[in-house]
């Protein structure tokens, strides 16, 4: 199928014509003005993927999932996890797991330094153990109220570091 256009002067309100419009003839193809949509539909995507990124990749969010120090009293690890999984806002829905590491912050910043060794990518092992709380959610739903066991111990972790801060808390080792 071949495009025509016909080349037509429009008028503005004062009557003075502005050459050069372009308007098709009826049944000619027209191609969208504007943004193409693969590149709107990319940039939406791109725009996600960040948003995405950032979401569980902060240090202030770090913080507040996984370090309590010193250790919040309760009668027991029991009771220690369901208050703080509540405190913490990991109770809606419910978190399956969560270590709260028992030091200072600038302890466990030092573990994306001097006082880690680099595994891969941005991922650091700490050379030195932390007291730790292991909350695990008993039952399998995961709708409130939520219901945890917890135990203690003093293990080495895995933590995701982003620009010299901790951001993830990957695992205990």
Known sequence: MQLRARQTQSQDVSGEAFPGEVDAWPGAAMTPKGPHPVLLLGLVLLAGWLARLGQGAS???????????????????????????????????????????????????????????????????????????????????????CNYRGGSSTRRIRVACIGGLPVHYDRNL
């Open 59 to 145: 240090h202030p969010q770090f913080l507040r999932q996984h370090v309590d120090n010193p250790k919040t009293r309760a009668r027991d690890d029991r009771r220690y996890c369901n208050m703080m999984m509540q405190r913490r806002g990991m109770a809606r829905p419910c978190k399956h797991t969560n270590t709260f590491v028992h030091a200072p912050a600038s302890q466990l910043q030092d573990i994306c330094g001097r006082a880690g060794r680099h595994v891969t990518r941005n991922l650091y092992d700490s050379n030195n153990r932390y007291r730790i709380t292991i909350c695990r959610l008993s039952g399998g739903s995961t709708r409130p109220p």
